[in-house]
């Protein structure tokens, strides 16, 4: 997205238009500009202005969701509201306070309705609300200017972003999962999407030469890091454990390497099956239904990564590491930071989910349920 203004011999004469990141014009925000600069009410060249960065802001976010501003719906103007909450602007690089972001959507809001009223939509996508207000006066001269006034504004501005419900599970029932698992090779995909969030299909996927030279492995550091390729063809940078690092690297010389020897097969993927074959995504689906069966705990590889994330979230906040959600964005492979907000809601839940159960635990202690012998 690009920002320009014409009319150079004056300030005041200066009218703002918009290009796209292939510099083409856009039509109808430039249009609306146009309108906005010839209406009395609005002649403040400031004016003008803002409403062209109110513009320009809403149109760069677009642009990183690869969204035609022709076809989008409220849904997508409540998520463009959301994301100004937690992102910094595109023009001032600054965090923006509530009535800034407010006044942007309704600048979203003005131009959808001159874009539908002028014909370069068939539909305006935007819900609107009436909202009633008053001017207080300066003196009892201007009481006049006191009456009641409608404006009607974009409905987003009084909503919030409806959270999807997460299926997740506390670390103590995903711990008790983990350590029914019998066979080494399944325990290790479950331990490495536990502690990753990878994706069932990120992890089968998962080459040799993904994984870092073993002799370059600094086991003074309690984790290491490697580069693979998630979904969307992204790379982005995956960390594990050290311990965990070294099994993989033991089961790859010993067990994996039995398998992928009498089975004649050559491939560089890290998990095989029992023919020596590439494990395929539905294989990961069979062995957490097996394990959840044996145990009586259900747990699917997706419900794992939304554990992992919540679990992560909640550990960076109580660090006070700042912008924590942007952190978990990187870990999780997402390509916008709003897809990662669904996790915020769940951090409260998740500690009242722990005092519950820590309170059941000391009730069970209390009522001699409990043996605190070891």
């Avoid at 001017?135 to 959270?163: I, N």
Wanted: glycine share 6%.
């Amino acid at each position: 997205m690009h920002i320009f203004f014409t009319g150079a011999e004056s300030r005041k004469s200066e009218i703002p238009f918009l290009l796209d990141a292939s510099m083409q014009p856009i039509t109808a925000a430039n249009a609306w500009l146009q309108e906005v600069a010839q209406d009395g009410a609005t002649s403040s060249p400031c004016s003008w202005k803002t409403y062209a960065y109110h513009l320009f802001d809403y149109f760069s976010y677009l642009e990183a969701q690869h969204l035609d501003w022709r076809q989008v719906n409220n849904e997508t103007v409540l998520q463009y509201r959301d994301v100004q909450d937690q992102n910094r602007s595109g023009h001032t690089k600054e965090h923006l306070n509530r009535r800034t972001i407010n006044a942007r959507v309704r600048t979203v809001g003005r131009f959808y309705a001159f874009a539908s009223e002028q014909g370069f939509i068939e539909k305006n996508p935007i819900k609107y609300k009436k909202l009633s207000f008053r001017r207080r006066p300066d003196t009892d001269f201007l009481a006049h200017l006191g009456a009641a006034r409608e404006q009607e504004v974009p409905a987003v501005t009084f909503e919030r972003l409806a959270q999807p419900k997460i299926k997740w599970r506390p670390q103590r029932e995903i711990m008790q999962w983990l350590n029914s698992i019998e066979d080494w090779r399944d325990k290790l995909i479950a331990k490495l999407m536990y502690q990753t969030g990878m994706r069932r299909e990120e992890v089968v996927c998962l080459k040799i030469w993904n994984l870092p030279e073993r002799s370059g492995l600094d086991l003074s550091r309690p984790e290491a890091s490697f580069n693979i390729i998630g979904k969307g063809r992204k790379k982005r940078l995956i960390y594990l454990a050290a311990r965990s690092l070294l099994e993989l690297y033991d089961y790859i010389k010993t067990e994996r390497a039995l398998l992928v020897r009498c089975a004649g097969e050559k491939t560089d993927n890290i998990f095989v099956g029992r023919d020596g074959r590439p494990l395929q995504p539905g294989a990961i689906n069979r062995i957490f239904d097996r394990v959840s069966k044996s145990c009586g705990i259900k747990i699917t590889p997706h419900l794992l990564r939304h554990s992992f994330a919540v679990a992560a979230l909640q550990h960076w906040k109580e660090l006070g590491i700042s912008q924590s959600e942007k952190l978990l964005q990187a870990r999780l492979g997402h390509s916008s930071v709003t897809t990662t907000h669904i996790y915020l809601h769940l951090t409260d839940d998740m500690k009242m989910a722990e005092a519950q159960a820590n309170a059941g635990l000391i009730e069970m202690f209390l009522q001699g349920e409990i043996s605190e012998t070891h």
